[in-house]
């Protein structure tokens, strides 16, 4: 009786997208507009009260941006996405929508630098407390919740250095803890590893990275997995309780299986404000459409490109998963058997000087602080994004003196290999 | 039949073809979620025919309501139960005692009861459970994109729209299954 699911790479064309209802235009357009028109006065109403599905103001949702929240809710198996301005912007949303001062969350302590700093500076301000656990050590997550905890944050493949994080150990804690377990999918896309299929209750994304994949456009997004119970305990009363904001709706009980997404929308989109321009909405949906294809090859220069470093006598190490040796090697091949992403990192027996020098040798690879671009990127945090640290902060950080990041592009694999390799003896 | 999943086609056979809907257990009150499928699907151009024996006399949205289903004087072709459960086995035996008896039972989302739905159909109703109209027409419609939702449907073809307006859409669009939600749906069963 259930139509056939359609596969990877037709979701990514296609899912989200129609032809234009008034002007059968087969690419989305680019809905370049603040504000739309109600059909008359009781429209409108119905639209304020969230009793229609529909267009009333950009802040709120957009035509092009729904396109590619459907589209990443698709990929990711969930029920619903909500596009915003930023990775963070996403980040911070999903927190608005479960904590309340004096709350906390466990969050993996191999994350993205900026996560790191949002979690342990601006979320003080709300009163948001993070408390850190080891992906390395499972029962650090156990020992760490709390009554007041209201999530846990991980990354599937944490960046900068390979590290894959064991999502459904990880979600059985948050299971036993009756709290929702929040995963950052941005390095391993939904290509390579669907966290809502080992557990994980809400996906965020930086779209900026691979998604969006040239480099071009900033964005975020949050996957609803529909799999959550907001009601069971009554601990999440944006979810649960009568909004003031909306006369009095229960969110959970009036959307159901979508309703953590609306929750974000309605509730912190609305209100906190970081809406995605539809301009950059169509930039990122144009990339998501040869996703399957890019990151196919982004994984499979990044391994070319790390067994060669492997072997290469100035390279005293080389940390990522695909490598069969690599400690997350088993890892990898449960969670992103089609390959182990793009950016990692490795170590200069040279140390410091030769960092500098290598990123100012190469000719192909761009020397900057992005990730996941067509383009071969580069850059040695000591003396760049981690410069402020003290040497004992930076090996802490995984940013040690001889440390060197790559994020692979999808350039032919060999002319990437040449340049890294004139750049070491050069 | 399996009422786990239901296809899309069937669906769409149901809200395509039903026009009169009596809507038993509908609130007067504008914030809950009975009012926000009633005044929807009102809007959407069915006759919806509220049924509430707390209201019956009043108004809803200019619609009267009725105390149960034998006192709507006219044919209804849907019955939609927004009560819990534990009380659906009784509106679906009134449903089929109705003459002429109403081709569809529609069961709220959370609402579900196997053992009425069997009887239901022996007598040669269709029955959905634990599905909300409201949803089902967004998703099929491709209103529900709107917001962001997974509608798990594809579409090459243009959607029509719905009479006037330019917010409205038919429920008359071609589609083909889109990317499935089978995590949620099996935390909800998880969840029962």
Same mark, same amino acid.
């Given at each position: 009786?259930?139509?056939?699911?359609?596969?990877?790479?037709?979701?990514?064309i296609?899912?989200?997208?129609?032809?234009?209802p008034?002007?059968?235009?087969?690419?989305?357009?680019?809905?370049?507009?603040?504000?739309?028109?109600?059909?008359?006065?009781?429209?409108?109403?119905?639209l304020?009260?969230?009793?229609?599905?529909?267009?009333?103001?950009?802040?709120?949702?957009?035509?092009?941006?729904?396109?590619?929240?459907?589209?990443?809710?698709?990929?990711?198996?969930g029920?619903?996405?909500?596009?915003v301005?930023s990775?963070?912007a996403?980040?911070?949303?999903?927190?608005?929508?479960?904590?309340t001062?004096?709350?906390e969350?466990?969050?993996?302590?191999?994350?993205?630098?900026?996560?790191?700093?949002?979690?342990?500076h601006?979320?003080?301000n709300?009163?948001?407390?993070?408390?850190?656990?080891?992906?390395?050590?499972?029962?650090?997550f156990?020992?760490?919740?709390?009554?007041?905890?209201?999530?846990?944050?991980?990354?599937?493949?944490?960046?900068?250095?390979?590290?894959?994080?064991?999502?459904?150990?990880?979600?059985?804690?948050?299971?036993?803890?009756?709290?929702?377990?929040?995963?950052?999918?941005?390095?391993a896309?939904?290509?390579?590893?669907?966290?809502?299929?080992?557990?994980?209750?809400?996906?965020?994304?930086?779209?900026?990275?691979?998604?969006?994949?040239?480099?071009?456009?900033?964005?975020?997004?949050?996957?609803?997995?529909?799999?959550?119970?907001?009601?069971?305990?009554?601990?999440?009363?944006?979810l649960?309780?009568?909004?003031?904001?909306?006369?009095g709706?229960?969110?959970?009980?009036?959307?159901?299986?979508?309703?953590?997404?609306?929750?974000?929308?309605?509730?912190?989109?609305?209100d906190l404000?970081?809406?995605?321009?539809?301009?950059?909405?169509?930039?990122i949906?144009?990339?998501?459409?040869?996703?399957?294809?890019?990151?196919?090859?982004?994984?499979?220069?990044?391994m070319?490109?790390?067994?060669?470093l492997?072997?290469?006598?100035?390279?005293?190490?080389?940390?990522?998963?695909?490598?069969?040796?690599?400690?997350y090697?088993?890892?990898?091949?449960?969670?992103?058997?089609?390959?182990?992403?793009?950016?990692?990192?490795?170590?200069?027996?040279?140390?410091?000087?030769?960092?500098?020098?290598?990123?100012?040798?190469?000719?192909?690879?761009?020397?900057?602080?992005?990730?996941?671009?067509t383009?071969?990127?580069i850059?040695?945090?000591?003396?760049?994004?981690?410069?402020?640290?003290?040497?004992?902060?930076?090996t802490q950080?995984?940013?040690?003196?001889?440390?060197?990041?790559?994020?692979i592009?999808?350039?032919?694999?060999?002319?990437?290999?040449?340049?890294l390799?004139?750049?070491?003896?050069? | 039949?399996?009422?786990?999943?239901?296809?899309?086609?069937?669906?769409?056979?149901?809200?395509?073809?039903?026009?009169?809907?009596?809507?038993?257990?509908?609130?007067?009150?504008?914030n809950?979620?009975?009012?926000?499928?009633?005044?929807y699907?009102?809007?959407?151009?069915?006759?919806?025919?509220?049924?509430?024996?707390?209201?019956?006399?009043?108004?809803?949205?200019?619609?009267?309501?009725?105390?149960? !289903? @034998?006192?709507? *004087?006219? $044919?209804?072709?849907?019955?939609?139960?927004?009560?819990?459960?534990?009380? +659906? =086995? #009784?509106?679906?035996?009134?449903a !089929? @005692?109705?003459? *002429?008896r $109403?081709?569809?039972?529609?069961?709220?989302?959370?609402?579900?009861?196997? +053992? =009425? #739905?069997?009887?239901?159909?022996?007598?040669?109703?269709?029955?959905?459970?634990?599905?909300?109209?409201?949803?089902?027409?967004?998703?099929?419609?491709?209103?529900?994109?709107?917001?962001?939702?997974?509608?798990?449907?594809?579409?090459?073809?243009?959607?029509?729209?719905?009479g006037?307006g330019?917010?409205?859409?038919?429920?008359?669009?071609?589609?083909?299954?889109?990317?499935?939600t089978?995590?949620?749906?099996?935390?909800?069963?998880?969840?029962?």
């Amino acid at each position: 009786m259930t139509e056939r699911t359609p596969g990877f790479a037709t979701l990514a064309i296609h899912a989200g997208a129609q032809p234009d209802p008034t002007t059968g235009a087969r690419a989305t357009p680019i809905y370049q507009t603040t504000s739309f028109v109600f059909d008359d006065v009781d429209h409108a109403a119905s639209l304020f009260g969230l009793q229609a599905f529909g267009n009333i103001y950009t802040r709120i949702g957009n035509p092009t941006c729904a396109v590619l929240e459907e589209r990443v809710a698709a990929l990711e198996g969930g029920t619903a996405g909500l596009a915003v301005a930023s990775g963070h912007a996403a980040q911070v949303l999903v927190m608005h929508a479960l904590m309340t001062p004096g709350d906390e969350f466990v969050a993996s302590k191999k994350l993205y630098g900026g996560s790191i700093n949002q979690f342990n500076h601006s979320y003080k301000n709300f009163g948001w407390n993070v408390v850190w656990a080891d992906p390395d050590d499972i029962a650090s997550f156990e020992r760490a919740i709390t009554p007041k905890t209201k999530a846990i944050f991980i990354e599937s493949i944490a960046n900068p250095g390979g590290v894959i994080t064991d999502i459904e150990a990880i979600s059985n804690v948050a299971r036993r803890a009756g709290v929702p377990l929040v995963v950052d999918n941005t390095l391993a896309t939904p290509y390579l590893c669907r966290p809502i299929d080992h557990g994980a209750d809400v996906v965020v994304h930086s779209l900026t990275k691979f998604l969006g994949g040239h480099g071009n456009s900033i964005g975020g997004l949050i996957v609803d997995a529909g799999t959550f119970n907001w009601s069971r305990e009554g601990r999440y009363p944006m979810l649960s309780e009568p909004r003031p904001e909306y006369q009095g709706i229960v969110l959970h009980e009036t959307f159901g299986n979508f309703a953590f997404a609306i929750a974000c929308r309605v509730l912190g989109l609305r209100d906190l404000g970081p809406a995605l321009s539809p301009f950059n909405a169509f930039m990122i949906l144009t990339g998501i459409e040869t996703l399957p294809l890019r990151m196919q090859r982004h994984c499979d220069n990044a391994m070319a490109v790390a067994e060669w470093l492997a072997n290469h006598n100035k390279v005293a190490w080389v940390s990522y998963p695909g490598l069969s040796g690599d400690r997350y090697h088993n890892l990898a091949r449960k969670y992103a058997p089609k390959g182990a992403g793009a950016v990692f990192t490795f170590g200069l027996k040279g140390g410091y000087e030769a960092g500098v020098k290598l990123v100012s040798n190469v000719k192909l690879f761009s020397h900057l602080a992005n990730i996941g671009d067509t383009r071969s990127l580069i850059i040695h945090p000591a003396s760049t994004t981690h410069r402020q640290l003290s040497d004992a902060q930076k090996t802490q950080a995984g940013a040690g003196p001889d440390v060197v990041r790559l994020s692979i592009g999808i350039e032919d694999k060999d002319d990437i290999i040449v340049d890294l390799e004139q750049a070491l003896v050069g | 039949m399996n009422h786990d999943t239901y296809s899309d086609q069937y669906i769409r056979g149901i809200l395509n073809t039903v026009k009169t809907i009596a809507m038993v257990g509908v609130s007067p009150r504008e914030n809950r979620p009975s009012y926000f499928a009633f005044k929807y699907l009102l809007e959407r151009g069915y006759r919806v025919i509220p049924v509430n024996p707390g209201q019956a006399g009043k108004d809803i949205l200019g619609q009267k309501v009725y105390a149960t !289903l @034998a006192d709507i *004087p006219e $044919p209804v072709d849907m019955v939609d139960i927004f009560r819990a459960s534990q009380f +659906a =086995a #009784a509106v679906v035996d009134e449903a !089929l @005692a109705l003459a *002429p008896r $109403p081709r569809v039972i529609w069961m709220q989302l959370g609402v579900r009861d196997d +053992a =009425a #739905a069997a009887r239901a159909e022996a007598a040669g109703v269709k029955v959905v459970m634990n599905r909300c109209p409201k949803i089902e027409y967004g998703r099929l419609s491709s209103e529900i994109s709107w917001i962001g939702v997974n509608s798990r449907t594809l579409s090459s073809r243009r959607a029509p729209l719905l009479g006037k307006g330019v917010q409205r859409m038919s429920l008359d669009r071609q589609t083909t299954g889109g990317g499935s939600t089978g995590a949620s749906e099996r935390a909800a069963r998880e969840q029962e």
